[in-house]
Each structure stands twice: as structure tokens, then as C-alpha cells.
């Protein structure tokens, strides 16, 4: 017997978690085996090939809201998760202080410094290599895990402060006039360039290549460097020094949240919003005001809606009804379910295989491109899975 035929109101309805005053209904999937007599269910790669889409509502740069339709909650939650956890950056791990005498302690700058996201060139990123573990104090082992210019990036800051010219004599009382400091170069400590005030930025980094980084990391755009330079690190008076060396190593945010890629990675489910009478004149702007801005719109009836024979337009040309414009913009408040003239009015819900990602990058990544580099993680998972089964069965 052939398949039982679901009509497409049918289908919808099936896929709507209802979202009430006070509670949630329908809210696990039915779209499994023996659920619906007649119907087949069963998952095939050609039916989720033909259904399965992307749909991006924004792309900049640093941030990115797409939709994920017709995808189980089980896989977009792993997208999130490996966007979270599983991408690797660069980051700073290990803090040599040769001189600190400003009034943050060693131990906090270490810990300021290590939050600091950084870029570089994409292909020097996928060039360097994991830091090895050092599992033993075996001194041939601490040779073998001694820091490379394939798997550690160098760093430098090393700044002075002092007084400005005749800055310990005026009247003046603003640090950007009466301080400056001495940013010293990352080739020579006789070279330095003098900036006013006593505020240390990020953008004071140097970056020190080794080895074949100069071809990896190359100038300008791809050096190893802060993503925002003005991120504030310290501050300083006359005669005290900042002087550090930072080992930056490559790492996923399971190590450690400083290697997450994103600032946030989230998901929503899209939401409905379903008009069953009409809501006409001063009801429809209440209503159009008990959501965000842009959801519902306000539009005329029509002649022919007025014409038409149980519309309940009848009579009604040219007043203002309420439509639904832009779910997308509905944050679910549920605010118009408590006015009494909009009960049974209205069926509020989410669609349940629509999920509305928001991804905002640290800047090492281009904020589309961090989904592509979640799906390849994804697929190089579920290769070795497959790959240790067969072995397994071989076995």
C-alpha cells in the first residue's frame, strides 16, 4: 500500500510547538517511524537533500543571523556546540614577565592579556600545529615539546611611561598632556615610538616571526594582531615599565573560553503568529503595540474583502486591520494573551525544524565563514565514527 498523502495545512500544523498564556504544547517531533499509521517516515538522504535549506538574514563581518529549515534540534544543537567548543584559534597561553611595575598584578595582566582575541592570516592559522603535551619531566621529552615556530606564535609589549616636556611643571592636570610612553620596536630595543597619554592598548603588541612565520603571517593584513587595538590593558604613571614576551599557541574552546571563536552562538525556533478573526481599528493598533516593532503591519480592507460574504469585513472598507508582516522580529513575549479582547483571536507558536541562528565572531573568522568550518568539523567527526565502526566490525 502506497503511503498516505499529508496535506501541507496538515503538515504545518505538525510542526507548530503552541506557546500559550502559561504553558507549551506539542513540544517533542512526530516525524518518525510507526508514529502515523500509513505513513512513511523513515529518514533518507534524497528527502532531507530536497527539504533542507539556508537562509541568511544578515552577514557582516563580525556577526551573522541565517536559518537552519527543516533540520532536527539534535544537529543544529551540535552546530552550536562545535561553533562554541570545537573551532580553533590563536590565543595567548603562556606570560613571561620580565618587567611589570604598573599597578596591575603579574598575575591578573597574564590572565587580561590571555582574553585578548587576536587574528592573523587564515593560512598561517591552518600552517600551525597543536602545541604538544609534556606528560613527564623526562628532559628528552621537554626538548621534544619545546616551543616551535610551527606551533607557537611570539608576541612582545614593552612600554615605558614619563613624564611629558615640562608635563611635572604645568598646571595641567589631564594625563594625555602632561604623560607619554615609550613603545618600544620588536626588533630594536633602541627604536621606540612615543605616544601621548599613559593609557597601554592592545595595538602595543609586537609581533616577533620565527622561522618560516614571515612567510605564513606576511605584512600587512596578515600579521599575528589584536582584533580591536584599542582594547585597554593597563595604565601607567612616569617611571614605570611594562615588559612581557607572550607565547600564543593554537587551541578549541573546550580547552579554554579563550580559544571560542564567537562571542555568542545561539539559536531560536521561528516564531508564528496566526490570526484567526479579524482585528479591526483600535483592537489592531493595541495589538500591532503588544509586539516588536515591525511584526504586525496595519493595512486597509479592501472593496473586495468587504464585498466578500462572511470575511467579517463586511461594511468595513478602509479600516485599519492587522496583519502579520515579520515573524522573524517576534521575541514570543505572549504579552497580546493577556488582553481579554484578543482571546481566541490569536494562536501564537514556534516552528519547530526552523532554527534561527545568531553567530557573532572575536574576529579571527568571518562571521559566515565560522558555519562552513562548523560543518566540515561535523562531517570530519562522523567520518572517523564511521571509519572506528568499520574498523570495529572488521574486528
Known amino acids: 500500500m502506497a503511503p498516505a498523502e499529508v496535506s501541507a495545512g496538515e503538515a504545518r500544523r505538525r510542526k507548530i510547538v503552541g506557546v ?11 516525524d518518525f517511524p510507526g508514529h502515523y499509521p500509513g505513513e512513511d517516515h523513515t529518514w533518507s538522504l534524497e528527502r532531507f537533500a530536497e527539504n533542507f535549506s539556508v537562509q541568511y538574514h544578515k552577514s557582516l563581518p563580525h ?17 552550536r ?17 620580565q618587567n611589570n611595575t604598573s599597578i596591575v598584578q603579574d598575575e591578573v595582566f597574564a590572565a587580561r592579556l590571555g582574553l585578548v582575541p587576536l587574528t592573523g592570516a587564515r593560512s598561517g592559522l591552518d600552517w600551525l600545529s597543536y602545541v604538544a603535551k609534556n606528560p613527564t619531566d ?9 616551543p616551535t615556530d610551527k606551533d607557537t606564535v611570539v608576541l612582545r609589549l614593552h612600554v615605558e611611561c614619563e613624564w611629558a616636556e615640562d ?3 604645568s598646571a595641567e592636570t589631564e594625563p594625555e598632556k602632561i604623560y ?37 603571517f606576511p605584512e600587512p593584513d596578515g600579521l599575528v594582531r589584536p582584533v580591536n587595538p584599542d582594547i585597554l590593558l593597563t595604565k601607567m604613571r612616569p617611571g614605570q615599565v611594562v615588559d612581557m614576551q607572550m607565547h600564543c599557541v593554537k587551541g578549541i574552546g573546550a ?8 562571542a555568542t552562538a545561539t539559536y531560536r525556533l521561528l516564531p508564528t503568529i496566526d490570526i484567526m478573526k479579524p482585528i479591526l481599528g483600535d483592537d489592531a493598533r493595541k495589538f500591532a503595540r503588544c509586539f516588536p516593532k515591525g511584526v504586525i503591519a496595519l493595512e486597509s480592507v479592501t472593496v473586495e474583502e468587504s464585498d466578500s460574504m462572511g470575511s467579517e469585513y463586511e461594511g468595513r472598507v478602509g479600516e485599519k486591520k492587522a496583519v502579520v508582516a515579520d515573524t522573524l522580529k517576534d521575541t514570543v513575549s505572549r504579552e497580546c494573551l493577556r488582553h481579554e479582547e484578543f482571546k481566541g483571536n490569536v494562536k501564537l507558536g514556534r516552528v519547530r525544524d526552523h532554527f534561527i541562528f545568531s553567530v557573532e565572531s572575536t574576529g579571527q ?12 568539523t561535523l562531517r570530519a567527526k562522523c567520518q572517523r565514527l564511521k571509519r572506528d565502526f568499520m574498523t570495529n566490525v572488521v574486528r
Open 138 to 146: 623526562d628532559e628528552q621529552d621537554v626538548e621534544k615539546t619545546a
Open 81 to 97: 556546540r562545535i561553533l562554541i567548543a570545537e573551532i580553533p584559534t590563536l590565543a595567548i597561553e603562556t606570560v613571561f614577565v
Open 255 to 262: 580547552d579554554h573560553a579563550k580559544f571560542s571563536p564567537v
Open 20 to 30: 500559550n498564556a502559561e504553558t507549551v504544547t506539542d513540544v517533542t517531533s512526530t
Open 365 to 376: 573568522y568571518e562571521s559566515d565563514e565560522l558555519f562552513l568550518e562548523s560543518v566540515r
Open 180 to 216: 607619554q610612553c615609550k613603545v618600544y620596536n620588536k626588533e630594536n630595543e633602541e627604536e621606540f615610538e612615543t605616544v601621548k597619554g599613559a593609557n597601554i592598548y592592545a595595538k602595543y603588541m609586537r609581533f616577533e616571526p620565527a622561522g618560516r612565520q614571515d612567510a605564513e
Open 63 to 79: 556577526e551573522a543571523v541565517f536559518s537552519l529549515i527543516n533540520i532536527d534540534a539534535s544537529i543544529a544543537n551540535a552546530f
Open 167 to 169: 608635563g611635572n611643571k
